[in-house]
């Protein structure tokens, strides 16, 4: 049987774990609305090599390896990538997987949007809204207006330091989303390639 990396399992309306405004998602998959489009949702293996350097520039303290892609029994669950009627849109992706190999509360995210890396200016690189989150999944959820071009990937933080003591964090697969000015070609109904499975959401009851 074949596998997807991103599955669509799009669910209204509802609360997505992060102490975020705002608290709930948009829900369900409407690529236009309010003036906005969204851009395709698609599938990363492994960065650029800007996506690299960039961060490489701004985190000096870091040694990042890249695997080439998610673990083989790893997927991302697609609830919400949508826009408002009022122009806003959002991502929300919870990580499933048919066994547990890393521990949950290890797992973060890396994110690049619009060429800066997205970590709420704090003294590590991981994204603000992505990781364990306080409803027990392991999850990703970004909320924003206007045009938007942005990479996310899944990130181990291992716990370990190379020889010269820098911090040591495996980048695994992601995606690269957005949105589009208003009359810009948006994403279609659907992203190409998404199935639906039934595996098992990563996060709670985790060892």
Not at 119 to 132: D, I, K
């Amino acid at each position: 049987m074949a596998t997807f990396p991103i599955v669509a399992a799009y669910a209204p309306s509802g609360p997505h774990g992060w102490p975020v405004t705002p608290t709930q998602t948009v829900g369900g998959h409407v690529t236009q609305a309010g003036g906005a489009g969204l851009a395709e949702l698609a599938y990363s293996q492994i960065p650029d090599d800007d996506f690299r350097a960039t961060l490489d520039r701004a985190f000096p303290d870091f040694s990042f390896f890249y695997l080439g892609g998610l673990l083989g029994h790893y997927r991302f669950k697609v609830r919400s990538h949508s826009v408002a009627a009022d122009g806003r849109a959002d991502l929300y992706v919870a990580l499933d997987a048919d066994k547990e190999t890393l521990d949950p509360a290890t797992l973060r995210w890396v994110q690049i949007a619009d060429g800066t890396v997205d970590n709420a200016g704090r003294s590590h690189p991981f994204y603000a809204s992505g990781g364990l989150a306080s409803d027990g999944l392991v999850s990703f959820y970004a909320s924003w207006s206007g045009v938007r071009t942005a990479k996310a990937y899944l990130a181990h933080d291992t716990g370990h330091r190379d020889r010269i003591g820098r911090d040591i964090v495996t980048v695994l697969g992601g995606f690269t989303y957005g949105s589009t000015a208003a009359g810009a070609r948006p994403a279609g109904s659907t992203v190409a390639g998404v199935r639906d499975t039934g595996s098992a959401i990563v996060g709670a009851g985790s060892a």
